[in-house]
């Protein structure tokens, strides 16, 4: 079945890095549009950025453009997400997700990753 497993969530101080990772299995990830999701602490979802299939084609929210960067590595089933220059603002559980294009619905979610951005 599919599987979307977030890691590499934690601690970090104000204008600190992190760099999130999404393992996939139970599907071709390489056909499939993936995205990075954020809710934060008594918030709504809040998407955070999408990439397309082939991973050449990027999207972001204003509130991260410039400083986080969306990546994958098909070969490895892998989705990524380096953050840098961290805001407490920041702070939330991190979802990834795929669809069968950017911009369509969503159909499956991983588990979520906390990222506590914190001094």
């Known amino acids: 079945q599919v599987q979307l497993v977030e890691s590499g969530g934690g601690l970090v101080q104000p204008g600190g890095s992190l760099r999130l990772s999404c393992a996939a299995s139970?599907?071709?990830?390489?056909?499939?549009?993936m995205s990075w999701v954020r809710q934060a602490p008594g918030k709504g979802l809040e998407w955070v950025s999408d990439?397309?299939?082939?991973?050449?084609?990027?999207y972001y929210a204003d509130s991260v453009k410039g400083r986080f960067t969306i990546s994958r590595d098909n070969a490895q089933n892998t989705l990524y997400l380096q953050m840098n220059s961290l805001k407490v603002e920041d702070t939330a559980v991190y979802y990834c997700a795929k669809a069968p294009w950017v911009g369509a619905q969503v159909d499956y979610w991983g588990q979520g990753t906390q990222v506590t951005v914190s001094s």
């Open positions: 139970g599907f071709t990830f390489s056909t499939d549009a």
């Open positions: 990439i397309n299939s082939g991973g050449s084609v990027t």
